[in-house]
């Protein structure tokens, strides 16, 4: 069995690879990122990929075929704000065609070409999970505050997707789960400028975050597909 983590270099994404390993459930876990990642335990394979460029998660893909099918891949990859040039918009009179631009292709054009690439990898006749990191503030239902626009506007076009790749792969195989996955608000660079207001015991550790959002992904079952899932397993309305 074989696992694979998208942007397991970042605070989730490489939680989740060391628990994933923890827990000796897959032979071989992949893990891809854009940056180096570091000592791994055994079992654990780190490769390149830039889910910017096509062409290399395409080349990921190829590596990734040669060791058999897949039975879970997670995208834990995720754009919010890069310091002083790129900040969540309070008002619509902070929106950029470069914001936009930046978020888009990193929450969602790239997820949705991981999927096109990867998802003829994953298996047909077994229980197989294709998850992507998503966020409470794309639930365009739950939307009660407004702002963060290119980021909330990127996440619910994921979780639009994610519907779409769960109808379509489901008519392959009846044993396939597509899911968007909320982890909390966690402790990562991602999150550090916004967690002023965050109460203690709302905000997570990665470790904390991967271990509870893995247990998740362990109970969801095919006729969950298509949906959003918090960290507790609760279901997020779109």
């Not at 298509?226 to 779109?238: L, T």
Request: with cysteine; aromatic share 6%.
């Amino acid at each position: 069995m074989q696992a694979v983590i998208i942007g397991a270099s970042g605070g989730i994404g490489r939680a989740l690879t060391l628990e994933l390993a923890s827990r000796g459930a897959f032979q071989t876990i992949h893990a891809l990122s854009r940056r180096e990642t570091g000592d791994w335990p055994d079992g654990v394979i780190a490769s390149h990929i830039d889910i910017e460029d096509e062409n290399s998660i395409a080349e990921a893909a190829e590596r990734v075929s040669e060791n058999g099918k897949i039975q879970l891949l997670i995208i834990a990859s995720g754009l919010l704000s890069d310091g002083e040039a790129l900040q969540p918009e309070k008002s619509w009179r902070h929106q950029s065609m470069h914001a936009y631009e930046r978020v888009f292709r990193i929450n969602t054009f790239g997820p949705g070409l991981v999927a096109k690439h990867f998802l003829p990898l994953m298996a047909r006749d077994e229980r197989a999970v294709f998850a992507a990191m998503s966020a409470r503030v794309g639930s365009i239902s739950d939307n009660g505050l407004g702002g963060w626009h290119a980021y909330r506007a990127s996440k619910a076009a994921l979780n639009m997707l994610i519907r779409n790749f769960a109808i379509e792969w489901r008519r392959k195989s009846g044993e396939s789960i597509c899911v968007s996955l909320h982890p909390g608000t966690v402790d990562t660079n991602l999150s550090e400028p916004f967690q002023t207001n965050v109460p203690d015991r709302q905000l997570f550790t990665a470790e904390g975050s991967a271990q509870k959002l893995l247990d998740v992904i362990d109970e969801l079952s095919p006729d969950k597909t298509g949906r959003i899932f918090d960290w507790q397993g609760e279901e997020i309305q779109p």
